[in-house]
């Protein structure tokens, strides 16, 4: 069974970093494209970044470029999203979402990925 596991989630304070994890289980993670999404408290879920199969490409919002990365170690079946230089409008639920994709294939839009984590939550306040 396809599960995808969130960590990495927590408590920082403005301008600090934080990595999440996206583990996989249950399916070979590179036949799967990778979607970071975001959910902060009343509102609705927003995508945050994704990565292709092999990870040669990639795409964020632009809200956390040049803040946030993206990467994937298929050999572990995991996906990191390296968060730096948080803000406060960052706080919010975190989602990682996979999706059978073609090699190049990535995608922001929610309604494209089959497969949903739990989410890991992030808080960043002082």
């Known amino acids: 069974q396809l599960q995808l596991v969130e960590s990495g989630g927590g408590l920082v304070q403005p301008g600090g970093s934080l990595r999440l994890s996206c583990a996989a289980s249950?399916?070979?993670?590179?036949?799967?494209?990778i979607g970071w999404f975001r959910q902060a408290p009343g509102k609705g879920r927003e995508a945050v970044s994704c990565i292709s199969r092999r990870g040669d490409s990639a795409d964020f919002a632009d809200s956390v470029k040049d803040r946030f990365t993206i990467s994937r170690d298929n050999a572990k079946n995991t996906v990191y999203l390296q968060m730096n230089s948080l803000k406060l409008e960052d706080t919010a639920v975190y989602y990682c979402?996979?999706?059978?994709?073609?090699?190049?294939?990535?995608?922001?839009?929610?309604?494209?990925?089959?497969?949903w984590g739990q989410g890991t939550e992030v808080t960043v306040s002082s």
């Open positions: 979402a996979a999706q059978l994709a073609s090699i190049t294939w990535c995608s922001q839009v929610a309604g494209h990925f089959g497969s």
């Open positions: 249950g399916f070979a993670l590179d036949r799967y494209a």
